[in-house]
């Protein structure tokens, strides 16, 4: 079955460092999506990519989508205190909704 | 607008027992995801219902089931409850369309003693 492996586990970084998480699709995707669970709490949509090569930003946060749609990564520049937790990506392996959610990286932020 | 509303937020079963997780959508979604995410992994998917019916399921064994209803809410069964079933389970609706968004409840912490 279709797997998805994020890298690193576990990051712990200093508040104002930069931060960023991949992610590996064994299968290509339609489309990846990118959530952030907070301790304690849910997954929370952060944004959707579609387009092989996609870039999107918001504010401090950059996601790229690869070119084959197999892979995809988060860069979170400056991070700060608020940006702790953990952050999945999500691939859709075709036009079916079954969101396959990759292992997860955790984010500590400390100052 | 409520978002996904999930009952109960914490639940403890013996094993062997059968426990229901209730869950409400958006308002205006009509397909509802459930998700068992164990402590320290990502979401696993469970299965997925539209119009009343599973449409898709993952790789979990029959005692999982689950129910629709018209109003698009939804349960979730787990009979012979083993203790690898504790777990976070997470309802997420969205509309039917295979580019949108999922919006997570904020779970049901099951613990099975």
């Known amino acids: 079955g279709q797997q998805v492996m994020q890298i690193p586990q576990y990051q712990h970084v200093q508040e104002g460092e930069d931060f960023t998480t991949y992610c590996n699709s064994s299968?290509?995707?339609?489309?990846i999506q990118w959530y952030k669970q907070r301790p304690g709490g849910h997954p929370v949509f952060l944004i959707q990519l579609v387009k092989s090569g996609e870039v999107k930003k918001q504010k401090r946060l950059t996601f790229q989508f690869g070119e084959a749609k197999k892979n995809s990564s988060l860069h979170i520049t400056a991070t700060q205190t608020t940006d702790v937790g953990t952050y999945f990506c999500a691939g859709l392996p075709g036009t079916a909704s079954k969101l396959t959610f990759g292992t997860g990286t955790r984010l500590q932020v400390t100052l | 607008d409520a978002g996904v509303t999930q009952s109960p937020t914490h639940l403890i079963k013996t094993r062997g027992q059968q426990v229901t997780l209730r869950c409400s959508p958006k308002s205006g979604h009509d397909t509802v995801s459930w998700y068992q995410q164990a402590l320290g992994q990502g979401p696993q998917f469970i299965f997925q219902y539209y119009e009343e019916e599973e449409r898709q399921r993952g790789n979990f064994p029959d005692r999982f089931s689950g129910h629709q209803f018209p109003n698009y809410s939804s349960e979730l069964n787990v009979n012979a409850l083993l203790l690898g079933d504790s777990a976070l389970y997470l309802c997420a609706s969205s509309f039917d369309r295979w580019d949108t968004e999922a919006f997570f409840g904020q779970g049901t912490r099951l613990t099975v003693v």
């Open positions: 299968t290509t995707l339609s489309n």
